[in-house]
């Protein structure tokens, strides 16, 4: 029995190690010692640059690197090493990786040398996924932009360059590979080749823009509505702003502005996304009136997907117009933006219009949803519990 039980132990120990996720070295300042460990056991080094008030960061660390499967993967693979950016002995680090974002993912070879990166939130397949491919070279960043750089064109290549570029947001890159990608294929329409379009896609002046406005139905039933819809208001407006701006000026050319739109955008499209280019103008310059009869006139006119262009919208109203027919068209737009995402700022906004309606019962309901919603996901809630008070009041 005695036997028995001394082998038992050695397994149960090791059951334990890896139900324990990731284990890391939190340290991180012996990097001879890890380079050292790397070359003798042929293992990557795994890097996380973390910052403690990164709130992705945070989430990963509750929920992704505790994970038994996350660890079974890295700690076969990887030698694994944490670092708190906003440490003093981290800047160095910082600086030679380039490390700008959080979290950040290295994978470094024995000599310090980067051959893969990623960073941002992840879910555990989606970390798993990473962990299981990073180790070999046909899967890592850096081996398979240098083949980009030498001439190497092949689909494969181009398709998880122009993700690993997205992930990584690096625009010039995915702008080269996901066009040169493109080229190698017939069917635009497969799922991979419309969420690459989707991905690539930053401008009206792109060739991928007109073909995405022509098949928009394909679109909608791969994606869904609210993300095409929300995805052309982003484009178009970002084209318009970018196209239009006078720097030495510091304001917006309508003029220009208005020609550019009509060049790229079809009729029904420079109709819809012209007069809210104008609702923004008008917002940003306050001119009230303006801004009032042209956005009630774009949410009659125009269908709208997008819960912050609700909220937004609403919450200028409350603050813009004392008019009871426009407070209690804000009022419509704020409840919309919570039909879609119920989360705190919409409610609080809809808690401060139901305020200035002077409806009581409804504005405390959402007032303390807000507070309550708040606590949960580390919002300030100082101005709701402000507005809470003078609601009592009422």
């Known amino acids: 029995m005695k036997k028995l039980l001394s082998f038992l132990l050695p397994l149960f120990f090791v059951q334990v190690i890896f139900a324990q996720g990731i284990q890391f070295d939190t340290v991180g300042t012996n990097w001879s010692a890890i380079f050292n460990q790397a070359q003798r056991e042929q293992k ?3 890097v996380v640059a973390y910052s403690t008030s990164c709130h992705n960061c945070q989430e990963m660390q509750e929920k992704v690197y505790p994970a038994t499967p996350v660890g079974t993967v890295f700690n ?5 090493v944490k670092i708190d950016v906003d440490q003093a002995s981290a800047t160095e680090f910082s600086l030679k990786y380039g490390i700008i974002a959080y979290p950040s993912y290295l994978f470094l070879n024995d000599k310090g040398e980067q051959v893969h990166r990623a960073m941002g939130n992840m879910s555990i397949e989606k970390f798993i996924e990473m962990g299981e491919n990073s180790s070999s070279p046909t899967s890592q960043y850096f081996p398979l932009k240098k083949r980009f750089s030498n001439g190497d064109r092949s ?3 181009l398709k998880k360059l122009t993700f690993m570029a997205k992930n990584l947001e690096n625009k010039g890159l995915l702008d080269s590979v996901h066009i040169a990608y493109l ?3 017939e069917n635009w329409l497969t799922k991979d080749n419309m969420d690459i379009i989707r991905i690539g896609l930053k401008s009206i002046e792109q060739k991928t823009f007109p073909f995405l406005i022509q098949q928009k139905k394909a679109f909608i039933d791969t994606f869904g509505a609210a993300k095409i819809h929300n995805q052309i208001e982003e484009v178009v407006l970002n084209s318009l702003s970018i196209s239009a701006y006078d720097y030495s000026k510091r304001d917006f050319d309508m003029a220009l502005a208005k020609a550019y739109a009509l060049k790229y955008l079809p009729a029904d499209l420079f109709s819809q996304y012209w007069l809210l280019f104008n609702v923004n103008q008008h917002m940003r310059k306050n001119e009230e009136d303006a ?3 042209s956005a009630i006139r774009y949410f009659d006119e125009y269908p709208c997907y997008n819960e912050f262009l609700y909220n937004n919208i609403a919450l200028s109203f409350y603050e ?3 008019e009871k027919e426009h407070l209690d068209k804000a009022l419509n737009w704020a409840l919309k933006a919570i039909s879609i ?7 609080d906004t809809t808690a401060a219009l139901y305020f200035k309606l002077k409806n009581k019962e409804k504005a405390l309901e959402y007032a303390l949803k807000a507070i309550n919603q708040a606590k949960e996901s580390g919002y300030d809630a100082s101005e709701t519990i402000s507005l ?3 609601i009592e009041a009422l």
């Open 44 to 46: 990557l080094i795994f």
């Open 76 to 80: 076969t693979k990887y030698i694994n």
């Open 320 to 322: 813009k117009t004392k």
């Open 388 to 390: 809470l008070k003078k």
């Open 183 to 185: 080229d190698t294929q």
């Open 291 to 293: 801004f009032i009869s």
């Open 341 to 347: 995402k119920d989360i705190f700022p919409f409610n």
């Open 155 to 157: 689909a494969d290549l």
